[in-house]
């Protein structure tokens, strides 16, 4: 048993085997004193849960992040399983929750990307020592993938009321106003603007401007503002949103009651499935008003400052237009756009980037 007395009067004992490994760990811990050097080993330390980081987390996507009703649902989801728990849970412990849910790539790597936001978090409050989020293997996403409305048929349906509506677009309408109708607004605003969940349910009404029809969007994903023109089918939606009791200084997507709704997958998930549309999600929304934004021959550089493409936008929106061209065209979203004259996009070649990636593609 080592027992120096360090700086201070304070004493430190420590285990140390055999009476020649005790005197070699006395002489370190006297060389240690004298350069300075302070004992690695918090022998009272502080034990720090899983719940407390998940709660410094929830503080901050509060006050930082835009989509923040999304983040804090992950973080009741991981703070359920593993609140109460050290914060320093095992790799393999971690590995095997993730590896046994149901996920898609992409909402693995958000709940990765979640629970990293937790450790780190707590690395830079001192409450922990590293994050053992980064040996979580990253998945590959599979971004190529475009759907929009009307892309199938939907499957078939016992119910009388639906019968008649044979394409995707009226079947899930139909099912919307006959179940979920208050929420129609948020389903015709995400089908005329191509805003992201995140954008769509953390806008205030200061943001709005029913007098000029546009939507201006202070925090996007890309970090750049976007301003979108609304349609008269959005415009007359965010009417219907403005009837409801609301402040003017608050989110404008709120239930009936006036109090804030933070998604959508509690109405609008049921009412897919009841629809019988395949592999459609909330996104696929989004993807339809590109879609028809190129159908109507809006050119590519428009629908890529409207629809606010993060990488590679030119090529994302060529996807798009090449995606949706076998459906036809819909001259509805058209007349809200005048097509960009190809004279400002031309590149040294005297070809304009529009047909640069038309020829490429």
């Not at 790597?109 to 936001?117: P, V």
């Not at 089918?233 to 009936?256: D, G, M, S, T, Y």
């Not at 949706?324 to 980037?353: H, I, M, Y």
Request: charged residues 30%; contains cysteine; aromatic residues 10%.
């Amino acid at each position: 048993m080592v027992d120096p007395v360090f700086r201070r009067g304070r004493r430190r004992r420590e285990k140390a085997g055999s009476r020649a490994n005790a005197i070699d760990l006395y002489r370190k811990r006297k060389t240690e004193v004298l350069t300075g050097k302070k004992l690695p080993e918090k022998l009272r330390s502080r034990v720090v849960r899983f719940s407390e980081l998940a709660a410094d987390a929830e503080a901050y996507c509060k006050t930082n992040n835009q989509g923040q009703q999304f983040d804090l649902y992950r973080i009741g989801r991981l703070k359920e399983q593993f609140g109460t728990r050290t914060a320093l849970s095992p790799v393999k412990d971690l590995r095997d929750w993730f590896d046994n849910q149901e996920w898609k790539p992409g909402t693995y790597n958000r709940y990765k990307t979640t629970l990293s936001l937790l450790y780190r978090l707590g690395t830079e409050n001192n409450k922990i020592e590293s994050n053992p989020a980064k040996l979580l293997k990253h998945k590959t996403e599979d971004n190529e993938r475009v759907r929009f409305l009307n892309q199938f048929t939907p499957r078939e349906t016992e119910l009388e009321c639906l019968k008649p509506h044979g394409d995707e677009e009226s079947r899930l309408r139909a099912v919307i106003l006959k179940n979920y109708a208050e929420h129609m607004p948020e389903f015709e605003i995400a089908l005329h603007t191509g805003m992201r969940p995140s954008e769509q349910y953390g806008l205030d009404w200061p943001r709005v401007d029913l007098a000029h029809n546009f939507v201006s969007l202070r925090k996007t994903k890309t970090g750049k503002p976007r301003h979108i023109r609304l349609s008269a089918i959005a415009l007359a939606a965010f009417k219907v949103l403005q009837q409801r009791p609301v402040n003017p200084e608050v989110r404008v997507f709120v239930n009936i009651q006036g109090q804030p709704l933070r998604g959508y997958k509690h109405w609008f998930d049921p009412a897919v499935e009841e629809a019988g549309l395949r592999d459609f999600t909330w996104y696929c929304l989004r993807h339809t008003f590109a879609s028809r934004l190129a159908m109507a021959g809006v050119d590519l550089l428009t629908i890529s400052d409207t629809y606010g493409a993060q990488d590679n936008p030119e090529d994302e929106a060529v996807r798009t237009s090449r995606a949706s061209s076998q459906s036809g065209r819909d001259g509805s979203f058209g007349v809200l756009f005048s097509c960009r004259k190809p004279e400002r996009a031309r590149n040294r070649s005297g070809r304009t980037k529009c047909h640069r990636y038309c020829h490429r593609h």
